[in-house]
């Protein structure tokens, strides 16, 4: 069972089983309805007098899903639960039905924590710079715990990436593009000439530019679970979030700015309580906290633990975006496996009741959510449609599920609002959750922090009783000696340049995750990420500029036998483009790409349900990042690449191979419009062919084609010259062969 299967069992299985099912179908039950027991892996498996409760891969023959849609059989009795709820079913029994449940006995037995268990309960360590033999091949001093754990083992790294493939992996892991030939060509030859001071100056320019933003900002809204809709109701309400842009913006300037992570974390947390010196600022603060209010909400209605539901989102994405430690499993009981007892997770979560999430309308639908407040920003721009603009917002009838139009409210026009949080007027702590169930009610909790962290001064830092709570919880977060928040972000930037974290499960460092490759290097990274002011910037540049980090793919049969997962580091990962990569890609070779930054989104004027829009999507030159995530309906050029659903914190995206790849490189409108826009630029701007097939080479890969290329493309083009009878045709069928190739879609 991964960690992410288990995490996903506890979020979204368990406190379903605990709230709904346990009444008859436990061990502490009156009577045991059916002879069935849901509160155990083995009961549930195991089944009851109508058979067994689940078929794992096989929903549609599972009893359980059935009496969850209430087809013959009718569970609960009380109330269907809702469509969000029965699809998280479905999915967890289509993934094979991981369920980490245990014996008391065995549970009790698992959570006597050793000291190894929790080690990133405690605060980071400097560690001593390990003495290494083979000193000349130390660039920083991380190195030395790379080629100290490769000495132990009697190896040795593979060698040097080329200067081809170097600028090629520079320019796509900090701008997320791809080089231009002239930029090859430029760095190649400062590279042979000055060596590894041409490789400074290059990430330098880089990390200057305002590209750097748009892909690291990018890493983070998945860690934010950035979204403009709401998404997890199915498929039958899923309104807009038309202000969620500016929260993108914001992120995407934050990184070029280079915003200290602590300050960028504080705002988020708490930018409505923060002091400003200007209108503009104080902007900027109330729009940050958007990261707060991106939940993905369960539907209100039949819903009596909606307002939880919501802090649940806010706690996970704190603790698994931040802490990167699953503190949600103790919203219905002590937390299974790490140190995490009830009540810290309702300490955490009175900060979030004292606070008032403020998403919009709603797309006047009740049933979703409720209306709420929006910011309203001061120094911002008015937002005006234009003039001609029209559009008519629906609402689902109560009565019969139909849509039906209504006035639109009079919102005034173009006033610039942002979603966030505030706190509400009369904070309070809040009471324990009897199992998870917000209307069975225990004693209230004292609002506070985990206690589990280990904070050197052992203070515990107390919460102001006029304020949420949030500002205290932003401070203890961004301690200097803070366990969990530099440890998460320095290996989180580790796994985005490398393909893999030190920790290789980056939202658990908990007792289910997986234990650091290089622990004492992680420490090193951690210390050192705080000592540097929390700079994103100069930590990238110091891993980017290591020796580990500029090595190459190649590796040979031995090595990778001796090390064939790269946990000790002896060469670098081969990565494939993720989605948004790709398609950049394809509109740099194809001459297509606007670089400059996209303004607002598709749906900032458009308060209305997702579903009953038609495909809200249109077709767009910039970069992937402005584009309008809608969770339910992602981009068609993005979707088939492992895109997520964006409900939940993304630490690391899926990698898969799949057939429907390769249909959508071969039908895709957009990719067939880019090999066009290639095939035109290159029949304009050279007269022969073996000049068209040099620029096509130069556009698409950086570089010359081989003899043996050439004479594969000449090939191609006459054979498909005399099938499609035109000459253009054929060049746009070679270019659209090159912008699928491997080559084009690796970084090595």
């Not at 369960?298 to 009596?304: D, F, I």
């Not at 194809?590 to 579903?611: A, M, T, W, Y």
């Amino acid at each position: 069972m991964s960690p992410e299967q288990a995490t996903f069992f506890e979020n979204k299985i368990r406190p379903v089983l605990v709230q709904k099912c346990y009444a008859c179908h436990s061990a502490d039950a009156k009577e045991i309805g059916g002879k069935l027991l849901l509160d155990s892996a083995h009961g549930i498996r195991k089944g009851g007098e109508a058979g067994a409760a689940i078929v794992p891969g096989k929903p549609a023959e599972s009893l359980l899903l059935q009496a969850m849609k209430y087809d013959e059989l009718q569970m609960p009795p009380d109330e269907q639960l809702s469509e969000a709820i029965v699809n998280d079913f479905a999915k967890w029994i289509q993934l094979g039905a991981a369920d980490p449940r245990t014996s008391d006995a065995a549970a009790k037995q698992q959570t006597e924590y050793d000291a190894a268990a929790l080690w990133s309960y405690s605060p980071p360590e400097d560690p001593a710079i390990p003495l290494v033999k083979t000193s000349e091949w130390l660039y920083d001093p991380m190195d030395s715990f790379v080629i100290a754990k490769l000495e132990a083992a009697q190896l040795k790294p593979t060698h040097n990436a080329s200067p081809q493939a170097l600028v090629r992996r520079l320019y796509f892991d900090l701008n997320g593009l791809p080089p231009s030939f002239a930029d090859v060509t430029a760095f190649v030859a400062d590279f042979e000439a000055n060596g590894q001071a041409a490789v400074e100056r290059l990430v330098d320019d880089l990390l200057a530019r305002p590209q750097f933003g748009e892909r690291w900002g990018r890493h983070w809204l998945d860690v934010a679970r950035f979204a403009e809709c709401n998404g997890n109701d199915g498929l039958s309400r899923n309104p807009t979030f038309p202000h969620a842009w500016r929260y993108r913006d914001y992120v995407i300037a934050a990184f070029n700015a280079d915003t200290p992570y602590d300050r960028f974390l504080t705002e988020q947390i708490a930018g409505d309580l923060l002091p400003t010196e200007s209108a503009a600022e104080r902007d900027r603060n109330l729009i940050a906290t958007g990261f707060l209010a991106m939940a993905a909400k369960p539907a209100k209605a039949m819903n009596n633990d909606f307002a939880m539901d919501v802090i649940a989102d806010q706690i996970d994405v704190i603790g698994t975006g931040i802490m990167g430690i699953s503190v949600a499993c103790a919203r219905c009981h002590d937390h299974k496996f790490d140190p995490i007892p009830t009540r810290d997770y309702y300490a955490l979560a009175g900060i979030f009741t004292s606070s008032e999430t403020m998403w919009g309308l709603a797309a006047n639908e009740g049933l979703t959510a409720p209306k709420t407040d929006l910011h309203v920003l001061k120094a911002a721009k008015p937002n005006p449609p234009p003039s001609d603009f029209k559009e008519t917002v629906f609402v689902l009838e109560s009565n019969t599920g139909k849509p039906k139009a209504i006035p639109k409210p009079p919102w005034p026009v173009g006033t610039p609002l942002a979603m966030g949080v505030r706190d509400r007027k009369k904070p309070a702590d809040c009471k324990i959750n009897i199992k998870g169930n917000s209307k069975k009610l225990g004693e209230p909790v004292p609002r506070g922090f985990l206690t589990a962290c280990k904070l050197p001064d052992n203070a515990t830092p107390s919460v102001n009783a006029e304020q949420s709570g949030r500002l205290e919880l932003a401070k203890w977060l961004t301690r200097d000696d803070h366990p969990q928040t530099a440890r998460v972000m320095v290996n989180r930037i580790w796994q985005h340049l490398f393909g893999a974290g030190i920790v290789r499960t980056p939202n658990d460092f908990g007792a289910y995750g997986e234990r650091a490759t290089h622990p004492e290097l992680l420490d090193h990274l951690a210390i050192r990420f705080v000592r540097e002011q929390w700079s994103i910037k100069r930590m990238i540049r110091s891993i980017v500029l290591s020796h580990t980090y500029q090595l190459s793919s190649d590796v040979d049969d031995t090595l990778l036998q001796s090390d064939a997962g790269n946990h000790l580091l002896t060469h670098h990962q081969r990565r494939r483009l993720d989605a948004e990569a790709l398609r950049d890609s394809m509109l740099a070779a194809s001459g297509l790409l606007d670089l400059r930054p996209g303004e607002g989104s598709l749906v900032q004027h458009r308060d209305i349900l997702v579903n009953l829009a038609g495909n809200l999507h249109r077709p767009s030159r910039h970069r992937s990042v402005y584009l309008c995530y809608l969770r339910s309906a992602p981009p068609p050029e993005l979707a088939a690449f492992d895109l997520p659903d964006f409900t939940s914190v993304v630490g690391q995206r899926d990698v898969s191979t799949v057939p429907g790849q390769a249909l959508h490189l071969f039908n895709s409108p957009f990719v067939i419009r880019q090999a066009e826009a290639l095939a035109q630029s290159l029949l304009q701007n050279a007269e022969q062919d073996m000049q068209r097939l040099q620029l096509a080479w130069q556009r698409v890969y950086q570089r010359f084609p081989t003899d043996d290329e050439v004479q594969q493309a000449t090939e191609f083009l006459v054979d498909a010259e005399y099938d499609l009878k035109k000459k253009e045709l054929a060049w746009t069928s070679l270019c659209q062969a090159l912008l699928a190739t491997n080559e084009f879609r690796y970084v090595d």
